[in-house]
């Protein structure tokens, strides 16, 4: 008896978990008060009320939004980060490698059959610094990064060089090394040293002049060994940048592209519907940047659709705002927040944007820094400089919806021996509060997917909307009994069932007939499972 007891009680649960709502799926098993096992007929088994978390958001509750804290309406909304495009993509402080050579005309030395006393020459030179493509760099304040000094020569005399770099600057000083070679017999002479570029300002236009270059000034010491000046020997300078990084940059950018392409958004409530029509009230898209980059970004969209990966179907948006221009902070430090909003005033079609019963949200876009060119303003950028772009699908529950197909396949396992029940029938009483229909109809399948017994020989409704007010609010809660048995037959396959499918069709009250209905944070389900056996053996 106890092992019977426990199966009906089994056999219960898994159909109310897999035939009554499907969108409640997961449902919470401590919801359900089981009342102790009585053989008697019509036995209470569970109970259970369901809020519109329970019933909506089946796969993730964060989707339901209270959209008016007065009323309680409520939407669902879709979240998704389209990109977030870093400082580092947009400024690339690569390694740089430069080389100056000072001629003996540079060194002001001529052929001479031996040198003494001492020479002393200033030259400037000039040092490129590469970037890439389209950005001119006015002035860095560096994070971290070496500069290494290299001085060689075939001279056969001692060598003093001081490096100086005027627009390289620690603490307002520039930055100057001095370099010694002392001849011992052998050539070429070679030294170096190395700077830490750690908190160096830089500024790279030689007096707003040009853009991504910086001047060394060399000062040459040639104290004369009594060794000759043979006429083809030089100083070479060479100059490596490596492990740059900016704390900030100033300057031209260019008109880069923000790594926008494409982008979809999952609309879970549909992720098991395959058909139906849909038409919303006042639903909403909103594209939200937040920049932090100090120049002015221009996105373009070409196409904005919606998916229905069952069908294949798509619905295109038209007549959107294809243009979002972004805003940039004024200055370093600050964000500034860019929302482009469609709605059913910009984009006439948008309040059937689920018709389709789609699974994904699409668009296609591009993003340009400085879509004006070059303006009076410098660029600026920081370390941590992002630009972020995310989406928000807003499907505020106010509208109408017919033949909303429902299609899942569950898994369904009962070993437990059933050879003393007979039959089985199980009484559900829902008490709904929502302005929603609900019929189903379940179908047990083998190992094989295929069918086994269905309960329910057509779509049954189990769920019976409540009525509604002038304003579309419900008002009235709806009551409906619906019996569901299992024969002997049925109740003896049961071992060979794996799989459940459910097939069910929901509608909002009288949506074929245009009736707009809404839906509020206060809405309940309630639902009761009682349940009539018959044994084979004495009970």
Known sequence: MNSLKKNIKFLALILLVVGIFPACKKLEFDKLAQNAWNPNLAIPLAHANFGVYDILARQDSSDIVVIDNTTGAIALVYKGEVVSYDAQS????????????????????????????????????????????????????????????????????????????????????????TINLTYTGGIPQTGSTSIDLTNVVGDFTLGNTTVNTFKVNCQTNIT??????????????????????????????????????????????FETASTGYFELVNPKVKFIVENSFGFPSRINFSEIKTINVATGQEFPLSSFPS????????????????????????????????????????????????????????????????????????????G??????????????????VSVIESVMFRINVDNGFPVDFKTQLIFLDQNYNPLFTIFNSPEAVVQSALVDNGGKVNQNTLKITDATLNTLQISQLNQVKYVLINGVAQTLDGTNGQIVKFYDSYKLGLKLGMQIQGKVGL
């Not at 109408?400 to 021996?417: I, M, Q, R, S, W």
Request: net charge negative; no cysteine; glycine share 6%.
């Open 90 to 177: 947009i400024v690339q402080l690569n390694d740089q490698n430069s080389q100056t050579v000072l001629s003996l005309t540079d060194l002001n030395l001529v052929t001479l059959p031996a040198l003494s006393g001492t020479i002393s020459t200033n030259n400037s030179n000039n040092i490129v610094f590469n970037t890439n493509a389209g950005v001119e760099i006015y002035t860095v304040d560096f994070s971290n990064g070496t500069l290494n000094l290299t001085v060689t020569t075939n001279l056969q005399h001692d060598i003093t060089a001081v490096l100086t770099f005027p627009d390289l600057k620690l603490n307002n000083v520039p930055i100057s090394r």
């Open 224 to 269: 004369g060994t009594g060794q000759p000046v043979v006429g083809n020997e030089n100083i070479q300078i060479d100059f490596n940048l490596s492990n740059l990084a900016f704390e900030n940059v100033q300057g031209y950018f260019g008109q880069q592209n923000l790594g926008i392409s494409n982008d979809t958004i999952l609309m879970k409530i």
């Open 400 to 417: 109408l919806a017919y033949g909303f197909e429902l299609k899942d396949t569950v898994p369904f396992n009962f070993n437990e021996d």
């Open 323 to 398: 243009v979002f221009e972004v805003n940039a902070p004024a200055i370093m430090g600050q964000t500034a927040t860019s929302t482009l909003e469609l709605n059913t005033t910009n984009t006439p079609n948008l309040s059937t944007v689920i018709t389709p019963v789609p699974k994904y949200f699409y668009f296609a876009a591009t993003a340009q820094s400085n879509p004006s060119g070059q303006t009076a303003n410098l660029n600026f950028i920081e370390a941590d400089s992002k630009f972020k772009v995310r989406t928000e699908v807003e499907l505020p529950l106010e």
